[in-house]
């Protein structure tokens, strides 16, 4: 007999010591995390870290402190699924502690939770760290049949609350961009574009949205080596630059459908991860000078750095002021009223009147050289064969590739380039002055012999070699 009650003992004793199950069905778990934003607490977007080591310990002395010589006796050992689930089950009534491994990448999370049995699910409950900094532990949690939180999906016999954080260490972004001229590249006169979203897809499958900021910029932080996917969101109107132009990924779009696939190593930065993007219609019928912005939107529809309204008399050509359905330009009676004040030149403004003298059902207020091509979309209003940028003298205009349109940038977007602009950071302005040089009244675009010589402005520039015409 008192070898059988001995040998009871015995057996209960090592149920407790080893902390594997007699006859009970305990268990515990469950989630290690990237607690990306350092908070102690799991947030939707922030992903589970699968393939990592998680250690139970027993502490049955209520220490805090895994049982056992050393840093204690390991009692189980598991890998987190992808999700970074992890659960041992078939343990004995009883204290435990669950260690985790810190992989290449992480650092403990600065926010955590000491006391574990206050059964609160998705907090962080590594709080020690151990051997050398290699492992980070939680305090003991209590587990006791029929006593555990039944909301956490495992009845009362298990604890599902028993969660772990850590942080990644690598970053990843960086630009998306308006590609004005669809190349694909990051050229000087782009700009950010903003309230663009890029969706994050982590290794476990959660995802993280973000939106660029006013200069473009988007950015992931905090996280932990693996793959990942990027994806940008097309905005309204607009199309995905072509990926992977020429050779330097720095100034390149990347996206291909959209999507870039990623592998983020442990511990580094990578802000090369940009994106294009180019409105649907930049050239064509509706925006002549193919600056993405449309004629009736554009200050300069030609870029010849002379805004329309010089060149239109002070009216606008493509409006229509008695709202018949007709534009200014060709309509007879257009409706108009005669614009008070002075124009640049300080001379009253002239009534807008009808003439077509070559019957082309254009109003020759608005086509000078009556070549069917309103003057505001005319690089050469006078047909002399002297672009209208160069015959305006105005010293501030650069015309580098002679292409009749001013160079520079619009950081406005009010269509002047800024070569032409008083100030590319405030909308509007009075563009380039063209001159008058013989003082006729009619500006150097407008007039076949410019400096009133007799010598036409052709015939000066071939014999004369010059640019202007002069």
């Known amino acids: 007999m008192k070898n059988f009650i001995f040998l009871v003992i015995l057996s209960v004793m090592l149920i407790f010591n080893t902390g594997f199950k007699g006859n009970s069905e305990m268990a515990v778990g469950n989630l290690v995390w990237n607690d990306a934003n350092g908070n ?79 059964d609160i699910d998705n907090d962080n409950n590594a709080a020690i760290l151990y051997n050398n900094n290699t ?102 109107g607009f199309i995905a630059s072509p990926a992977l132009v020429g050779t330097n990924r720095e100034k390149d779009s990347d996206p291909v459908n959209g999507v870039v696939s990623l592998n983020v190593l442990a511990s580094t930065s990578n802000y090369s991860y940009d994106a294009g993007f180019y409105k649907n219609i930049c050239t064509g019928i509706g925006d002549t000078d193919g600056d993405c912005i449309g004629n009736l939107d554009d200050l300069d529809d030609d870029n010849d750095g002379i805004i329309d309204e010089v060149e239109n008399g002070g009216y606008d050509a493509l409006k229509d002021c008695d709202n018949d359905g007709i534009v200014n330009y060709r309509d007879p009676t257009p409706g108009c009223p005669t614009r008070v004040g002075n124009d640049i030149y300080g001379v009253p403004f002239k009534p807008l009147t009808w003439t077509d003298c070559n019957n082309d059902g254009i109003n020759d207020f608005f086509d000078w050289d009556r070549d069917g091509v309103i ?96």
Request: aromatic share 8%; hydrophobic share 30%.
């Open 40 to 118: 102690g607490k799991r947030d939707a977007w922030e992903a589970g870290i699968g393939g990592v080591t998680v250690k139970l310990y027993a502490d049955n002395n209520s220490d805090n402190i895994p049982d056992g010589p050393g840093n204690g006796t390991v009692i189980a050992t598991t890998i987190t699924a992808i999700d970074g689930n992890y659960v041992f089950s078939q343990l004995a009534p009883g204290r435990y502690i669950a260690g985790l491994l810190i992989p290449t990448g992480f650092v403990i999370s600065p926010t955590s939770s000491l006391t574990p049995d206050n």
């Open 375 to 470: 003057n505001e979309l005319d690089l050469d209003s006078d047909n002399d064969g002297i672009l209208d940028i160069q015959e305006s003298r105005d010293n501030r205009a650069t015309d580098n590739n002679r292409d009749g349109m001013a160079d520079g940038v619009d950081d406005d977007e009010d269509g002047i380039m800024s070569s032409a602009d008083v100030d590319d950071h405030v909308y509007g302005g009075p563009g380039l002055t063209p001159e008058d040089l013989d003082r006729d009244g009619l500006p150097n675009y407008l007039d076949l012999d410019s400096d009133g010589d007799g010598i036409s402005d052709i015939k000066e520039a071939l014999i004369f070699g010059g640019l202007n015409g002069l």
């Open 135 to 236: 492992e980070v532990r939680s305090n003991a949690i209590t587990l006791s049949p029929g006593d555990e939180p039944t909301l956490d999906g495992d009845g009362s016999n298990g604890n599902l609350t028993l969660d772990l954080a850590i942080c990644g260490t690598s970053n990843i972004g960086n630009f998306v961009w308006f590609d004005r001229n669809a190349n694909g590249l990051q050229d000087a006169n782009e700009t950010g574009f903003v309230n663009v979203k890029v969706m994050l897809t982590f290794p476990d499958g959660t995802t993280y949205t973000k939106y660029t900021d006013a200069d473009g910029i988007y950015e992931f932080v905090n996280l932990g080596p693996g793959a990942y996917t990027l994806t940008f969101t097309t905005p309204v």
